[in-house]
């Protein structure tokens, strides 16, 4: 007689029958093979096999789960025996993704991040923090959850063995990736931030503020980086508001200085409202000749003083105006870049992972607003160090910066001085033809920005009258781990692309399943993109419509690494070493981006192709290929998997022949994509060899390309710029002391000095 | 880290900040960088500006 069992635990509890009928009759009801009497005839017999087995002995769960698959069987009870064994390898499953969730947590709450590759995953999060930590534990919980419970059994195979990468896979069942804000749009009227309302900005220093805020709020709403596509045109508003209200300040003020007079605001104001009714026009940085003319009559009548007089006291407004316009300008772009370096997001884990596009705003309020970002970001903050965020993108067009006598030249030309020394601006193209064919002048929504890694909206297939940038982003992205379908076709070329057919189609399938989800949800799951009608069309739901119709404006992108790896294991080379192999690669990329036109058209949703980003998942799929297939000379024998379709960073290959084998990839890759060229440090600070680059990723067609240099700061003496040994400014090498006296010299040389509170 | 040391000098252990570009964007010093970007960083050839550099 069976009196007790053995628990996984190693407890001892009492036996109890019924849980053993109880089992077997939902496999039973699971398949409609048979009722409560076929389950407990089974559970006998099961107890009679253990009573001759185990005697007195307690039997653990294993064996009596054995014996309930055995006796089904014999029972005939084929299709409830495959249920029920499927559902005891389920439940091992779940056991074991506990024990492995337990155990990353236990890695998160114990390990230094410097010593544990898993928790410097994302750079951009602190994992020594308390916040950057329980950050991670919850995604650990959420990764187990998702594809304990989220993901078909073929997906969570796919995911769990390295066939492809679910990105941002902690969010699966909660939010979307990323998101243009058109800030203009936002400020309008005001808005709420979910935590508070905000009147509609009257100055540049609060529409910069309130540029910060928006990303920062958005950001709690989606998992990838938030963006602002029109960062000049926003600006360029609030600098005429700044400069119109400086203007009648300084009008007053000149007025009352030159005529000995008090209390003259109420008259100024009824001089440059009635000037403005004549002329149609308003005091602005470039004011038109009439509306001054029409001031100075206004103040020959308000004050009876000579019309030369009244002239000179507005030029002198309108000098006065534009330096405080500009000052103010300037303190707001500097305010800005160290808000979003500063600012707390997602649980102060992060600082906002922003970007701004900006460069073809040629107003002069958008212009000062360009020149004055510019100077911030290469002023660095506030000891000279160089700013994460935002990601700044100089949108480049012939006819508005790319020429010389192009209105915004100038600017261009600042920008390169600029990136020389902080890496940042990076250069969006808009002349390139897949960026052309849907530019408009006039009608900055139409310019291509990016977000983000490198993250680019444009077409849209479900609603063909919207192809702008503006209020639209990225939903989810899945990347397929490239190279192993090639190392697994073992050089047969028909077989890669039937291997590479098979993953695109779960890719899609496992994105729509996503979409469902995330279509499912509603406003109130997204109080600032969907509340304050960020997203393309959110402004039109009610609280009961889900979010299926307007989400169809983002994108799914398909993405994939390693196209080199791929190539070196297909034909025995990558595309930078011959013309015949880049072809080869052109028609890997080009299938791929035909599959999501293909599904785009059927679907009348938006399903593109991304050049993957790869930071956490550099690593990830060589690791495990490694594993498989052992160390493949120029497949699977360094640390990481070349980046999307680049030449690998380590091919000796000149500037111009890797932006001319790229280039015709970011024409592919309508997802997002972008190019790196590696300067040394000397050439990087020569403006023209900088400019020589840039015009040449122009002229071959790149998307989206930046300029790689070395950027070394010595947070002692503050020097910045490259550092081999020793550092130029203090002489030091790394870890070495200085002596004070030395440090107080140097401050004389170099009065920004980083201080030292509280040593010195 | 100690920023002075004993005998009035300064930067004991205090290393120079190395700032690379990681993907599209930047992040802090290299030592928040996985290991596997870690070691791409370090096989990163320059590329010349001759057309048959």
């Known amino acids: ?760 | 880290m100690t920023v002075k040391s004993a005998n009035e000098k300064l930067g004991q252990g205090v290393g120079f900040e190395r700032i690379r570009r990681i993907t599209g964007y930047l992040v802090g010093t290299m030592d928040k960088w996985n290991d596997a970007k870690r070691a791409e960083e370090r096989d990163r050839v320059k590329h010349g500006l001759s057309k048959d550099a």
């Open chain 1, 1 to 760: 007689m069976i009196q007790s069992i053995i628990k996984r635990d190693g407890r001892v509890v009492l036996y109890d029958q019924n849980k053993i009928a109880a089992a077997i009759l939902k496999a039973l009801e699971a398949c409609g093979e048979g009722d409560a009497a076929d389950a407990a005839r089974v559970a006998n017999d099961v107890q009679g096999e253990l009573e001759s087995r185990f005697h007195q002995d307690a039997p653990n769960i294993e064996a009596i789960q054995d014996t309930v698959e055995k006796q089904l069987m014999e029972h005939g009870f084929n299709a409830a025996a495959k249920a029920y064994i499927l559902y005891r390898a389920n439940r091992t499953r779940a056991r074991e993704a506990n024990t492995a969730l337990m155990k990353t947590i236990d890695e998160i709450t114990n390990i230094d991040a410097r010593a544990s590759d898993m928790k410097r995953d994302n750079a951009n999060i602190d994992g020594n923090t308390a916040m950057g930590s329980m950050l991670q534990i919850g995604a650990a919980g959420a990764k187990a959850y998702n594809e304990m419970y989220l993901l078909r059994p073929e997906h969570a195979k796919a995911y769990r063995e390295g066939d492809i990468h679910i990105h941002d896979f902690d969010f699966y069942s909660l939010t979307t990736t990323c998101c243009q804000i058109d800030i203009l749009k936002l400020f309008h009227g005001g808005f709420s931030t979910g935590h508070g309302y905000l009147r509609e900005p009257q100055s540049i220093q609060s529409y910069a503020a309130l540029a910060a805020i928006a990303i920062q709020s958005n950001q709690n709403d989606q998992h990838g980086g938030q963006s602002i596509p029109n960062f000049d045109y926003a600006m360029a508003e609030g600098v005429a508001k700044t400069y119109r209200k400086a203007f009648s300040r300084r009008l007053r003020d000149a007025v009352e200085d030159y005529l000995d007079l008090e209390d003259q605001e109420e008259q100024i104001a009824s001089v440059i409202r009635e000037a403005e009714e004549a002329t149609g026009e308003t005091a602005k940085l470039e004011s038109k000749p009439e509306f001054l003319e029409a001031l100075a009559q206004g103040l020959v009548r308000q004050y009876a003083v000579e019309l030369s007089l009244a002239k000179k006291l507005v030029r002198r407004a309108s000098i006065r105006s534009a330096h405080k316009t500009d000052r103010d300008t300037k303190q707001a772009m500097e305010g800005l870049v160290h808000n979003l370096n500063t600012m707390h997001s997602r649980a102060g884990a992060q600082t906002p992972f922003s970007s701004i596009n900006y460069g073809t705003d040629t107003s002069p309020e958008g212009r000062m607003a360009i020149r004055n970002i510019l100077l911030a970001l290469e002023a660095g903050l506030g000891h000279g160090e160089t700013c994460i965020f935002p990601i700044h993108i100089f949108k480049v067009k012939e006819g508005v910066n790319y020429n010389e006598g192009d209105p915004n030249y100038d600017l261009f030309r600042l920008s390169m001085r600029v990136s020389a020394k902080r890496l940042f601006p990076n250069y969006t193209f808009l002349d390139t033809p897949f960026n052309l064919q849907y530019y408009v002048p006039g009608r900055p929504e139409t310019e291509v920005a990016t977000m983000g890694c490198r993250t680019r909206v444009m077409g849209n297939v479900y609603d063909p009258t919207r192809q702008i940038a503006y209020s639209r982003g990225n939903l989810s992205f899945t990347s397929i781990n490239l190279p192993r379908l090639a190392i697994e076709s073992h050089g047969d070329e028909k077989l890669f692309y039937e291997k590479l057919q098979a993953v695109l189609d779960l890719v899609a399938q496992q994105m729509l399943d996503r979409f469902e989800i995330q279509a499912s949800k509603h406003i109130y799951n997204f109080p600032f993109l969907m509340g304050q009608g960020i997203w393309l069309d959110s402004d039109k739901l009610t609280m009961q419509d889900d979010l299926r119709e307007v989400l169809k404006h983002g994108t799914l992108s398909i993405g994939f690494i390693g196209l080199a790896e791929t190539l070196t294991s297909l034909y025995g080379g990558h595309h930078g070493t011959s013309e015949e192999i880049q072809k080869k690669g052109l028609q890997i990329v080009g299938f791929m981006r035909d599959f999501c036109d293909r599904k785009s058209q059927e679907l009348k949703m938006n399903f593109t192709l991304l050049a993957t980003p790869a930071e956490g998942l550099a690593g990830r799929f060589i690791r495990m290929d490694k594993k498989r297939y052992g160390k493949i000379p120029g497949v699977t024998d360094r640390e990481y998997y070349t980046n999307s379709f680049h030449i690998p960073v380590w091919q000796p290959i000149s500037a111009y022949d890797k932006i001319r084998l790229e280039a015709p990839y970011h024409a592919l890759c309508n997802a997002g994509h972008i190019s790196y060229v590696e300067l040394d440090g000397d050439t990087a600070r020569n403006v023209e060899a900088f400019e020589a680059v840039v015009r040449c990723m122009h002229d071959f067609g790149v998307g989206y390309g930046s300029i790689n240099h070395p950027v070394d700061r010595d947070p002692i003496c503050g020097y910045v710029g490259i550092i081999g040994d020793v550092c130029p400014r203090c002489g030091r090498h790394e870890g070495e002391q200085i002596p004070f006296e030395r440090v107080d010299e140097l401050r004389r040389l170099y009065p920004e000095m980083p201080a030292f509170q509280g040593i010195e």
